[in-house]
Structures are given as structure tokens and as C-alpha cells.
């Protein structure tokens, strides 16, 4: 049971690459998610899904695409990626909480640096 | 919208003190899920603790436990008999439930334990 993985670990790009930041989980999780960690900001959520076809925004999504086709994956595109973008990414998934306890089960983030 | 405050930037405790770590929030939903995480110098989240909005009594779980006073939307966690391992960011985050997943967390403290 890997529970939720991330690809990379570390990448440097430069302004105006584009890539895809990959997201894993085998714990059948309904419920997947992209968080941004900048210094002094705490996570933000930047886009999330409820089940394989469905998704949407957070509260900075902007730069950033999700697609979800399957229950497992959930990638995080990156189109032109921009300095802004520097930051550290972690993929989180649970359950669809419905009232119970449920936590959120985060990856080990990927540190990416746009140049 | 829901918010969380959390006012101590950083926390500097003697090794085998209690610590309380702050955490405010503001919410209009009638229910709603508390959590905390340590992040580590190696950068993973690691969930400690949850207190559901509508629990009577506040959670415990080995040396954390939550000190949730509802009408003052508080709920600091409590580190007792603290470690050089628990030095750590440490992130308070909330969850409004029957099914919106989306966390939103605070900007974390970062504690650290001295000898």
C-alpha cells in the first residue's frame, strides 16, 4: 500500500515550459487534491475532484489544469509555467467525508523552481 | 468562507514542557472538521489529530490533544511532555463536512524544542 505518491520529487523549469506534475493514490480515495505551500501562506488549494471526470477550481487556480480520468490519477498540468509558480506542490486524497472523520492522506510534495 | 488564524509565527519550548499552540477559525457552516498536521524539516504532512465541530468531548491522541472551545472558535493543540521530534511547523486546518472536502489551513507555527 503506497497511499499517495507524487512525480517528481524536485524540477526546475523555465518560464514558459510547460509540464505535468504527477498524483497517485491506491486507497480507492473519491476525493483528490492539488495544494500550493509558499512561505508564510500556509497550503492553498488550487484545484480538487470528487470522482473520476469531475473537477474544480480552489482558491488559486489560475496557471494550472486538472483532468481526472481515472479514480486513481490525479495530474496537475502546468501550460506556460511562470515564477509565480515556484513553490512547493503536494496532491492529497481522503474519502468523500459526508460528515465522518476522515483525513486528508498528502503525498510527499514535489519542489518545483520556475526560472 | 472559512478562516483560520493561527497568531505564533514561531514557539520556542524547553524539551519535556507542555506546549499550546494557537489556532482560531470562522466559519458560518453549522458543522464542520478541525485538524492539525506537523510538517517536518523533510517536508511531508503528517496528520495529528480531528475534533468534529459537534464532539462533546475534546480529541486526544497519545500527546496531542485538542482544546476546543466552540464559542470562541478556538482549538489549540496541546503537545504534552514535549520532544527534540517534535520540532516541526505545525498546521491548523478545517474542513466543513457532509461534503466539501476542501481543507483550508492556516499560515502554521513553527515550533521548536530546546534541550
Known amino acids: 500500500n503506497a497511499g499517495v505518491t507524487q512525480t517528481p520529487k524536485f524540477q526546475v523549469l523555465k518560464t514558459g515550459q510547460s509540464m505535468t506534475l504527477q498524483c497517485a493514490q491506491d486507497m480507492n480515495h473519491e476525493y483528490m487534491s492539488w495544494y500550493r505551500q509558499d512561505p508564510g501562506m500556509g497550503l492553498r488549494l488550487i484545484h480538487y475532484?470528487?470522482?473520476?471526470?469531475?473537477?474544480d477550481q480552489g482558491e488559486v487556480p489560475n496557471g494550472y489544469n486538472v483532468s481526472r480520468s481515472t479514480t486513481e490519477d490525479f495530474p496537475l498540468r502546468l501550460l506556460s509555467a511562470a515564477p509565480s509558480q515556484t513553490s512547493v506542490y503536494f496532491c492529497a486524497s481522503s474519502r468523500l467525508a459526508g460528515g465522518n472523520t476522515d483525513t486528508q492522506y498528502f503525498g510527499p510534495g514535489t519542489r518545483l523552481t520556475v526560472l | 468562507a472559512q478562516k483560520i488564524t493561527q497568531t505564533q509565527p514561531g514557539m520556542f519550548v524547553q524539551e519535556k514542557e507542555a506546549v499550546t499552540l494557537d489556532c482560531t477559525y470562522d466559519t458560518s457552516d453549522p458543522s464542520y472538521g478541525l485538524f492539525w498536521y506537523k510538517q517536518p524539516s523533510s517536508g511531508e504532512m503528517i496528520f495529528l489529530i480531528y475534533?468534529?465541530?459537534?464532539?462533546?468531548q475534546n480529541a486526544t491522541e497519545g500527546r496531542y490533544s485538542l482544546n476546543f472551545q466552540k464559542a470562541r472558535k478556538s482549538a489549540n493543540l496541546v503537545i504534552s511532555a514535549s520532544q527534540l521530534g517534535d520540532s516541526a511547523m505545525y498546521f491548523c486546518?478545517?474542513?466543513?463536512?457532509?461534503?466539501?472536502?476542501?481543507?483550508?489551513f492556516g499560515t502554521g507555527t513553527r515550533l521548536t524544542i530546546i534541550p
Open positions: 475534533q468534529g465541530s459537534y464532539d462533546q
Open positions: 486546518a478545517m474542513r466543513a463536512n457532509f461534503g466539501n472536502e476542501k481543507l483550508t
Open positions: 475532484s470528487v470522482g473520476a471526470g469531475i473537477t
